[in-house]
C-alpha cells in the first residue's frame, strides 16, 4: 500500500515538474537577460541609469558609440531600455527559479540536487565576488578608462606596462621579497615545529604562544611600530641596536637591502608562528610507530627527521610553499605601512600590488592599465605556482603511479 | 494582558516613527569628507552658525575624517562609480588635478559665490578652476615664510632680521656651525618640495609649463631647478642643512626632529604654525619668530602659496544645491575666513581679513601667543606671493621627484644636471 502510494507521488511529483518547467526556464532566460544587459554597460552602472533618466548622451556608458548626429534605432533603443531596467530583470530571474523550486519543493530533497543546494553559498559569492570582476577586469585591461568614458584600445595597456620601467623595479622587488620571505618562511618554522613538537622541549607551550602572538596583531598595527624601530632618528630602536655595536646611525628605509630587510623581518616575524603551527599539524600526523621503529634500528634524531619526519611532511611543505609565493607576490600593506604611504625612496618598498594600486587607485584615467597590471600579476602567480606544484608533483604525472 | 502590551508596543513603535520622520523633515543631511581631523571641529561650529542664520535651509551635518589616501581615493572610485560619493569633501591641491578629472560630477561655485568672487586672492581660486567654471574653494593662501630660532641664532652673533638672501642665510649657517656644530642653519626635504618651490618660483620657473592648458608639460631639468638643486646640496654637503628626518618636516618623525630645535630655521607654509601649536607644543613655544624667506636676489617674490585643500561640492547627490551654498558659506564668507584664522591657524584668503587688527593682533590668540612675531605683519610686509601651477601631469611629477630625485641628489649626492636630466626623461616615459 505504502510503495502504491510513494509511486503515485512520485509520478505526481514528475507532472508537477513538468508542467512548471516553463517557469524555471523564463526565469533562467531573464536572469541571462539581465546579466548581458550587465555586461553590455561600459564602466558606471549608476552614470549609465542617470544618463538614461535625464537622456542625455549615453555613448559614453554604452558598448556601442554613436558618430556625430547619429541616433539609437528603435531596436537598439528597445536594448537599452532593458539595459536600464537589467535589475528587474536579474531579480525577476532569480524570483522564477526560487518560485519553481518552492513549487517542486520535493527536488530540494532529493539526491540529485540537495548537494548543490548546500554549495550554493560558495557559488553566489565565487559568481559574484570572483568571476565576474574577473570578467570585468579582462575587458577592462583592453580599454582606455577615464572619468566620462571607456573605449577599447587593443593591447595598449600591456605594450606600455612592458615598457615602463617602474613596472620591472615592482617585479624585481616582489620577486626578491618572495625568494627571501621563502627561504626564511620554510626552514626555520619546520626547525621551531620539531623542536617544538619533542617531548624534551621545555615550557613548549610557552613559546608557542610566544611564537603565535604576532599572527593575531594587525598588519596595520604591526606596520606603524616598525616604521617607528626602523626610523631614521638617532634615538629609533634599530639605530639604538646599531650603537651597541658601536655603529653610527643609518637611513634604514632609504636604503635598498635595509629596506628590504625590514619589510622581510616584518613578514617573519608575523607569520613564522603560522608556518610553525602547520608543520605542528603535520609532525601531530605523523604515527608514532614509525619512531618506534626507527629506534629500534639504532638511528638518531637526524636520520630520524631526514628519513621520517621531512618525507612526511612534503604536502605541509608544498601548502606552505604555495601560499607563501601567493603572498610574496600579492604583498602590499606590509611596504604601504612602513612607509607611511605607496611611494617610497626610489621604489625600493614598491611591489607589484603597489604598482597596480599606485595606477588604478592614486592616478585617474588608469584603470584600465590597472588591470592589465592586475592580470599580469595573476597569470604569473598562476604560472609559478603550477609549475611549481608540477616539479613537486602534486598535479600532473598521475597516469604513471 | 497580552492585547494590551502589544498595543502598547505598537503605539510605541508607531510614535518613535513619526518623531524620526519629524526631525528628519527639520534638517537635510549633509556628509563631508575630510582628511585633517581639525576641520571637522571647525565644520561643526560653522554648521551650527549656519543653523542659526538659516532657520528655514537647517542642516545636520556628517564630518568623516578619514586617511589622506584612503580619503582621496575612495572619493576617486565613487566619482568614477557614480555613487557613494559625499555632499561635501576637501581635497588636497595635490590631488586636486585628479579629482579635476571628474569635473562633470562636481557642481560649478561660481554661481553661489556672487561678490565673494572678488574678495578672494584669485591665484588661489585660479588653482581649483577649470574651463573657466570654480570647483573647489580653498582654506588659505599658504604663504611660505621662514621661521627662525631667535635664542639660537642670537647666541651664535646672528640677527635673523639682517637675513635677506639665500648667500645671507648661508653665511649665518657657517657662523652657526662655529658656535656650536651640532645644530643645523636649516634642512632639505626629500618627500616634498616646498623650499624648491619657493627658489624655482624666485628664478621665474615652475614644475610644468601650462601655457597650453591642454597639454601641460614637465619642466625638471630648467636652469632654475638646477641652481635650486645645486645650492641645497651644497648646503647638505657643508652641513649647513640637515636631510630631513621622516622626509620633510610635516611628517611624524619631522616633527619629531623640529621639537628638538637642532634647526635654527624652518621655510614652510604659514599653515606650519598650526602643526607648532597643536602638535610640536610646548618644546618650541616662544622660540619662533616669523620673517620672510629669503630670496636669490633682491626683488624676487619673497613667498610662494603652497599647499592647500579645496572644498568640492558633488553634483551626483541629491542636495548638491544646499550642499554648495553651506560650502560657499563656511569658506568664503568673511566670517569663516576670520574663523579660519581663530580655529584653524590659516592665513585667509579674504584680503579684508588681513587688515582686521582686532582680529589679527588679538593677544588671546593661541598662535599669536606661540609666536615671537605677528604672522599677519610678515604677510603685509611680503613684496609678493607668488603661486605654482597645479596641471593633470603633477602627480606624476611629485612622485618621481618625491621617492626618487630628491633622494639621489641629497642623500646619494648624485650630480645635479645628470639626475635632473634622467629626472626629465623618467617622468616623460611615465606620461603614457
Redesign the interface.
Known amino acids: 500500500m505504502q510503495v502504491m502510494n510513494m509511486i503515485a507521488i512520485k509520478t505526481q511529483n514528475k507532472v508537477k515538474e513538468r508542467k512548471t518547467l516553463f517557469i524555471v526556464i523564463l526565469g533562467v532566460l531573464l536572469l541571462a537577460y539581465g546579466i548581458t544587459g550587465l555586461f553590455t554597460l561600459n564602466?558606471?552602472?549608476?552614470?549609465f541609469d542617470?544618463a538614461y533618466d535625464s537622456s542625455s548622451d549615453l555613448s559614453k556608458y554604452y558598448f556601442q558609440t554613436l558618430d556625430e548626429g547619429e541616433s539609437y534605432s528603435l531596436l537598439q533603443g528597445a536594448w537599452l531600455f532593458s539595459v536600464r531596467s537589467r535589475n528587474i530583470w536579474m531579480i525577476g530571474g532569480v524570483l522564477l527559479i526560487a518560485a519553481y523550486f518552492v513549487v517542486n519543493k520535493h527536488l530540494l530533497y532529493s539526491q540529485g540536487i540537495a548537494p548543490y543546494m548546500f554549495m550554493l553559498p560558495f557559488i553566489l559569492t565565487f559568481l559574484i565576488f570572483f568571476l565576474y570582476p574577473l570578467v570585468t577586469t579582462i575587458k577592462m585591461s583592453f580599454q582606455s578608462i577615464?572619468?566620462?568614458s571607456a573605449e577599447w584600445i587593443g593591447f595598449k595597456n600591456y605594450q606600455?606596462l612592458f615598457s615602463?620601467?617602474?613596472f620591472y623595479t615592482a617585479v624585481k622587488n616582489s620577486v626578491r621579497y618572495t625568494v627571501i620571505t621563502c627561504a626564511l618562511l620554510i626552514p626555520f618554522p619546520l626547525l621551531f615545529a620539531y623542536m617544538l613538537n619533542s617531548a624534551s622541549m621545555k615550557y613548549s607551550g610557552l613559546f608557542k604562544a610566544i611564537l603565535f602572538v604576532p599572527v593575531l596583531s594587525s598588519v596595520v598595527v604591526a606596520g606603524i611600530i616598525f616604521r617607528m624601530m626602523f626610523?631614521?632618528?638617532d634615538g629609533a630602536m634599530m639605530n639604538q641596536i646599531r650603537g651597541l655595536f658601536g655603529l653610527e646611525p643609518i637611513?634604514w628605509l632609504?636604503g635598498e637591502w635595509t629596506a628590504m630587510f625590514a619589510m622581510v623581518l616584518l613578514c617573519c616575524w608575523r607569520w613564522t608562528g603560522m608556518n610553525i603551527l602547520y608543520y605542528m599539524a603535520g609532525l601531530k600526523s605523523i604515527p608514532n610507530s614509525l619512531y618506534e621503529a626507527a629506534d629500534i634500528d639504532g638511528a638518531n634524531s637526524v636520520q630520524k627527521f631526514r628519513c621520517i619526519a621531512w618525507p612526511l611532511l612534503k604536502p605541509t611543505t608544498i601548502y606552505v610553499l604555495t601560499i607563501s609565493i601567493y603572498a610574496g607576490l600579492a604583498m602590499f600593506t606590509e611596504s604601504y605601512m612602513i612607509f607611511?604611504?605607496?611611494?617610497?625612496?626610489?621604489?625600493y618598498g614598491l611591489t607589484i600590488v603597489g604598482y597596480l594600486y599606485?595606477y588604478g587607485?592614486?592616478?585617474?584615467?588608469k584603470?584600465g592599465f590597472a588591470s592589465a597590471v592586475g592580470l599580469v600579476l595573476l597569470t604569473g602567480a598562476l604560472l609559478i605556482n603550477v609549475l611549481q606544484l608540477r616539479i613537486t608533483g602534486v598535479i600532473g604525472r598521475r597516469k604513471g603511479d | 494582558m497580552k492585547k494590551l502590551l502589544s498595543l502598547a508596543l505598537v503605539l510605541c513603535m508607531v510614535l518613535s516613527i513619526v518623531s524620526f520622520a519629524s526631525a528628519e523633515e527639520a534638517a537635510t543631511k549633509l556628509t563631508l569628507w575630510t582628511f585633517i581631523s581639525q576641520h571637522d571641529a571647525y565644520y561643526y561650529t560653522l554648521a551650527d552658525m549656519w543653523n542659526e542664520q538659516n532657520p528655514d535651509k537647517q542642516i545636520e551635518l556628517e564630518c568623516v575624517t578619514l586617511g589622506?589616501?584612503e580619503m582621496?581615493?575612495k572619493l576617486?572610485?565613487a566619482?568614477?562609480?557614480?555613487?557613494g560619493a559625499p555632499d561635501i569633501c576637501d581635497v588636497e591641491v595635490g590631488q586636486f588635478p585628479?579629482i579635476l578629472?571628474?569635473s562633470?560630477?562636481l557642481v560649478p561655485l561660481q554661481d553661489y559665490m556672487g561678490d565673494l568672487m572678488n574678495q578672494l586672492v584669485e591665484s588661489r581660486l585660479n588653482l581649483y578652476s577649470k574651463g573657466g567654471n570654480l570647483y573647489g574653494i580653498p582654506y588659505h593662501i599658504g604663504a611660505c615664510v621662514t621661521f627662525y630660532q631667535v635664542d639660537l641664532l642670537e647666541a651664535a652673533g646672528i640677527d635673523y632680521t639682517t637675513i635677506v638672501t639665500w648667500d645671507d642665510w648661508y653665511n649665518a649657517g657657517l657662523k652657526l656651525k662655529e658656535y656650536d656644530s651640532t645644530k643645523y642653519m636649516g634642512n632639505v626635504e626629500?618627500?616634498t618640495q616646498w623650499q624648491t618651490a619657493l627658489m624655482i618660483t624666485q628664478l621665474g620657473s615652475d614644475f610644468v609649463d601650462n601655457s597650453d592648458e591642454d597639454n601641460p608639460v614637465a619642466t625638471i631639468n630648467t636652469e632654475a631647478m638646477l641652481k635650486a638643486v645645486e645650492t641645497q646640496q651644497k648646503w647638505v654637503e657643508d652641513g649647513i642643512a640637515v636631510?630631513c628626518?621622516?622626509g620633510q618636516v610635516d611628517?611624524e618623525?619631522g616633527k619629531?626632529?623640529v621639537a628638538t630645535n637642532e634647526m635654527a630655521s624652518i621655510t614652510m607654509p604659514l599653515w606650519y604654525m598650526s602643526r607648532f601649536t597643536s602638535e610640536i607644543g610646548d618644546a618650541c613655544y616662544q622660540k619662533y619668530a616669523i620673517a620672510p624667506s629669503p630670496v636669490f636676489e633682491v626683488g624676487q617674490n619673497q613667498s610662494v602659496g603652497l599647499g592647500g585643500t579645496g572644498t568640492v561640492v558633488v553634483k551626483?547627490n541629491e542636495n548638491y544645491d544646499l550642499a554648495a551654498q553651506f560650502t560657499v558659506f563656511a569658506k568664503a564668507s568673511k566670517d569663516a575666513n576670520i574663523l579660519i584664522w581663530q580655529e584653524l591657524g590659516f592665513d585667509p584668503c579674504n584680503k579684508e581679513v588681513w587688515a582686521m587688527d582686532e582680529v589679527t593682533h588679538d593677544p588671546d590668540n593661541t598662535y599669536n601667543q606661540y609666536f615671537l612675531t605677528n604672522a599677519f605683519d610678515v604677510l603685509n610686509s611680503i613684496n609678493e606671493i607668488a603661486g605654482v601651477a597645479s596641471t593633470s601631469i603633477s602627480?606624476?611629477i611629485n612622485?618621481y621627484l618625491?621617492?626618487?630625485l630628491w633622494?639621489?641628489v641629497y642623500?646619494d649626492m648624485m650630480d645635479p644636471a645628470e639626475a635632473l636630466e634622467e629626472a626629465q626623461a623618467?617622468i616623460e616615459?611615465?606620461l603614457?
Do not use: C, M, W
Not at chain 2, 566619482?79 to 555613487?83: K, P
Open positions: 564602466g558606471s552602472g549608476a552614470k542617470k577615464t572619468a566620462t606600455n615602463n620601467k617602474t626610523s631614521e632618528l637611513y632609504k607611511g604611504n605607496n611611494s617610497s625612496p626610489k621604489n599606485r587607485f592614486e592616478k585617474v584615467d584603470f | 589622506y589616501d582621496h581615493n576617486k572610485v566619482l568614477q562609480a557614480g555613487e585628479n578629472a571628474y562633470d560630477s626629500t618627500s636631510v628626518p621622516g611628517t618623525e619629531a626632529y551626483d602627480p606624476t612622485t618625491d621617492t626618487t633622494n639621489e642623500i623618467a616615459d611615465e603614457f
